[in-house]
């Protein structure tokens, strides 16, 4: 369930990222360059893409570990370079002219952790590979020892 909910998050932050009917490049650029990123376009391109792509893999449970390790990192990035200057508290009123806090992307860093932690889970593709590379393991020790 927490891969699904996080999938779900990470794919509409990445949307949000690249496509113009959503908030879009440019809106992510401006944001990147007044944060002082070099490269901001580029920057907001593969922000965009990492969010999507992993929230995806998330989503299906490939390659959950890969996918956890590249979404904690934009989420620690990101947060460092934009939220935790302005606390850790959410701007609820969602006012222009307020900043969002740092606790949501805790809440997400800790997700990740634990998926990192703890794998894919039973439903996942993750599990899938695992029991046919073991099973196929077998199989190769079965001929060796025959």
């Known amino acids: 369930m927490l891969r699904?909910?996080?999938?779900?998050?990470f794919v509409s932050h990445g949307m949000l990222k690249l496509w113009p009917e959503f908030a879009g490049p440019a809106?992510?650029?401006a944001l990147l360059t007044s944060l002082g990123f070099k490269l901001p376009h580029l920057v907001a391109f593969a922000l965009g893409a990492v969010e999507l792509v992993g929230g995806v893999v998330l989503?299906?449970?490939a390659y959950t570990g890969w996918a956890a390790i590249a979404l904690l990192q934009t989420t620690v990035v990101m947060s460092w370079k934009l939220h935790v200057s302005n606390g850790r508290i959410l701007n609820w009123a969602t006012d222009p002219a307020g900043v969002h806090g740092a606790e949501?992307?805790?809440v997400l860093a800790?997700?990740?952790l634990c998926l990192l932690v703890?794998?894919?889970g039973h439903l996942s593709?993750?599990?899938v590979r695992r029991h046919a590379a073991d099973r196929e393991a077998a199989g190769l020790?079965?001929?060796k020892r025959g």
């Open 4 to 9: 699904l909910v996080l999938g779900a998050v």
């Open 27 to 29: 809106e992510t650029t």
């Open 59 to 61: 989503a299906v449970g």
């Open 104 to 106: 949501f992307d805790l």
């Open 110 to 112: 800790g997700a990740l």
């Open 118 to 120: 703890t794998g894919a």
């Open 125 to 127: 593709f993750d599990r």
């Open 141 to 143: 020790a079965r001929l």
